[in-house]
């Protein structure tokens, strides 16, 4: 177990719907990472918070956006979703933005239909 | 930029076979971290390694090793005396020291561990 937890677990939905995904980081870490993982794709990073300020974007969709509240935990808003959106999102966490490895929760399995 | 290619997609062993899995990278950067992480059947990835650019001493940890050479881009790990519960997708992994580090993955090794 990191430590890391990601709710919901399994998430269905249908195309054009909206969905929030939710990530607490563990205990004293102030990085969170969002990372999505397709077949065709593979592991791709999306964005990363830092204590509350957006510090990095990756190839993150402009129907997507995150944020990270003040308690540390943070949410990853998928908009207007498409089949091609169906993916396992993680979550990952790490103490700084230095030298500090990270580590993931165990996903979201978001299936689009 | 930055790129990790893995270029075994799968292997498939026998158990108590050492096996090696080979990781090659690109950066520009003189500093980085290497990562390898774990993702069993049940999906989640585990951290099993980082790794300083500046540390080129290889690494042992029970069964597995890792072979850091700067010269050749390369960042292996070997498993040795391998497991059935070794078996699981294995990625390498790189990150800038400064900035966001945020992990560069590589498309992943499929490593099944037959009985």
């Known amino acids: 177990d990191s430590g890391v937890t990601q709710t919901p677990k399994h998430l269905i939905t249908a195309t054009g719907q909206r969905v929030t995904l939710r990530c607490s980081p563990r205990?004293?870490?102030?990085?969170v990472y969002w990372y999505q993982q397709s077949l065709d794709q593979g592991l791709q990073f999306l964005i990363q918070?830092?204590?509350?300020?957006?510090?990095a974007k990756g190839n993150i969709l402009e129907r997507f956006s995150a944020q990270q509240f003040p308690d540390l935990h943070s949410e990853l808003n998928l908009s207007s979703l498409e089949l091609g959106d169906s993916a396992l999102y993680f979550c990952?966490?790490?103490f700084g933005t230095g030298k500090s490895e990270q580590y993931f929760g165990p996903g979201t399995r978001l299936t689009v239909t | 930029a930055q790129k990790v290619t893995q270029a075994q997609t799968e292997i498939s062993v026998v158990e108590k076979e050492d096996v090696t899995l080979d990781c090659v990278y690109e950066?520009?950067?003189?500093?980085?971290?290497l990562f390898w992480y774990k993702q069993p059947p049940s999906g989640e990835l585990v951290f099993l390694i980082r790794?300083?650019?500046?540390?080129?001493q290889n690494e042992i940890s029970g069964r597995y090793s890792w072979n850091f050479q700067k010269s050749t881009s390369s960042f292996n790990f070997t498993i040795t005396a391998s497991q059935v519960v070794d078996s699981a997708v294995y990625f390498c992994?790189?990150?800038?020291?400064?900035?966001?580090?945020?992990?560069?993955f590589g498309q992943g090794t499929r490593l099944t561990i037959n009985p």
């Open positions: 990952a966490s790490s």
């Open positions: 205990s004293g870490d102030l990085s």
């Open positions: 918070y830092y204590n509350g300020e957006e510090r």
């Open positions: 950066t520009r950067d003189t500093t980085y971290y």
């Open positions: 790794r300083n650019s500046f540390d080129e």
């Open positions: 992994a790189l990150s800038e020291a400064r900035g966001a580090q945020k992990l560069v």
